[in-house]
């Protein structure tokens, strides 16, 4: 597991903290149904850390990840005109013959020093940008060759949705998933993939918490509940551990704080680091995951589900409802999102189908749309006949909603009820149904909503503190 001295990754190593797309396990839908629409929001591939943790004696954890050596050499497209001509800027950026700029990146450190093949913090290393191309790849194993329901030839931005939150590690993420799902030998001539990005204001990938202050208050509140709820149960592995963070008690709210020390480990199992022996032991890292998961995902009401993962599963049902209306006419049939860890708990926690465990590097959330169309009914009657003639036809098409998460069906609860779901197969959800919570979920004016003028915010902290410790699970 890891990076070969040859620069190269292990291709037949399994990595910790990585869930592989599984094709050949992938559930056939029931007779009569028909896959219309692939919706995914899938994590980042393996990363460095996002800060440096443990990088001292006794735990020796790299202060330096080097893992970065691939696509740090990139071409890039720059204004230039020939000697002697005056053509206007934006001229030029047209301009096929456009010269580019080839440049190597490279991690300067404190010392102005730079080392080829160190990683920034949070970066995607070269294990990451395997998996996701390895993602990208199943998904063209299982979307083209098993099932034939997308083009073995991608020829428009039409038929293929690709969206990414604006992080170099998402974006890079995308990228490679695009290249395993459609290599440029799977290119109609002149075909060049969009890759779309909102502003932050707009993003909606995760509970947007600087364009939304209510959502940022109400966390806040959670963490601190969560904090007080857990923090005496990590009390007994201040004796293991402590030593690893400079004698600072492993807390929520700890010096470095307890996710911080989970970011860390995983990372390094991911990329075969070695990691101090106390956290292999039976139950050590499970604590700490379970007091982390309580902190940043146990905030479970109706508001936080609004304004968190309300807008993002507002535009999914949009999107699934104007496919299931226009049929062939829309033509777009997979819809890929890179995002983040935060995305995939939200969603899932939000349709109550989370497994309370933290979402593995590439793990993703899918959702799939399916149609089934009654059998002919015959005219029985002369008006059966002019209603046919009229357009409106005697076997109307259902539509139903299957979620997938780490490669397992979901059975939503909102759809458990008789009617809400495909009979004997409470994981196909009628979309109806579906839509019916998500509006639940939709703020009517999230704006709104999500405005907020502090008056006292120490004591409306304190008053949203209060409120979660009232519903946040208990160790």
């Known amino acids: 597991m890891g990076i070969l001295r040859n620069g190269h990754t292990d291709a037949t190593s399994v990595q910790k903290g990585h869930v592989p797309l599984d094709v050949e396990g992938y559930p056939l839908a029931p007779p009569g149904l028909e896959l219309e629409q692939v919706h995914i929001y899938v994590r980042h591939g393996e990363r460095s850390p996002v800060g440096v943790r443990m990088a001292g004696p006794p735990a020796n954890m790299p202060e330096h990840w080097m893992f970065c050596n691939t696509a740090r050499q990139f071409r890039a497209a720059v204004a230039s005109t020939p000697e002697g001509q005056d053509v206007p800027f934006p001229a030029v950026q047209m301009n096929p013959a456009a010269e580019e700029l080839s440049a190597r990146r490279v991690v300067e450190r404190r010392d102005g020093t730079a080392v080829v093949g160190e990683c920034l913090l949070g970066e995607l290393t070269d294990v990451g940008r395997e998996s996701t191309y390895r993602f990208g790849n199943s998904l063209r194993k299982l979307y083209v060759d098993r099932l034939g329901f997308l083009p073995d030839i991608v020829k428009s931005n039409d038929e293929i949705y690709l969206r990414s939150t604006n992080m170099p590690r998402t974006i890079e993420s995308l990228q490679q998933i695009v290249h395993g799902l459609y290599p440029t030998t799977k290119h109609a001539e002149d075909f060049v993939p969009q890759l779309r990005i909102r502003n932050g204001r707009d993003e909606n990938l995760f509970g947007n918490t600087l364009a939304c202050k209510r959502l940022e208050i109400l966390g806040v509140g959670f963490a601190r509940a969560a904090a007080a709820a857990w923090n005496t149960t990590l009390e007994p592995l201040d004796k293991k ?93 997979i819809l890929i999102h890179s995002t983040h860890d935060t995305c995939l708990a939200g969603l899932s926690s939000t349709l109550e189908i989370f497994d309370e465990k933290w979402p593995a590097f590439t793990a993703a959330v899918t959702f799939e749309l399916f149609k089934r169309r009654q059998p002919t009914v015959q005219a029985s009657s002369p008006w059966q006949n002019v209603l046919s003639l009229l357009g409106r036809s005697q076997n109307p098409t259902e539509h139903y909603v299957r979620v997938r998460y780490q490669n397992e069906n979901k059975a939503l609860p909102a759809c458990a009820e008789e009617g809400k779901h495909l009979p004997g197969s409470p994981e196909f959800c009628t979309l109806a149904a579906f839509r019916e919570r998500v509006k639940e979920l939709t703020p009517d004016d999230w704006e709104a909503e999500c405005s907020y003028k502090p008056v006292n915010k120490q004591k409306e902290r304190e008053e949203a503190q209060a409120a979660a410790a009232l519903v946040i699970p208990k160790p």
């Open 241 to 333: 551990l402590s030593k690893y963070i400079g004698g600072n008690p492993i807390r929520l709210d700890g010096q470095p704080r307890a996710s911080g020390i989970l970011d860390t480990v995983r990372a390094a199992e991911a990329h075969g680091v070695p990691v101090p022996p106390e956290f292999k032991e039976e139950g050590v890292i499970d604590l700490i995951e379970k007091a982390v998961v309580t902190e940043w995902f146990a905030d479970r009401t109706e508001e936080v589900r609004r304004l968190g993962m309300g807008p993002l599963l507002s535009d999914l049902a949009r999107k699934m409802q104007a496919k299931a209306q226009r049929g062939d006419a829309d033509p777009t049939k």
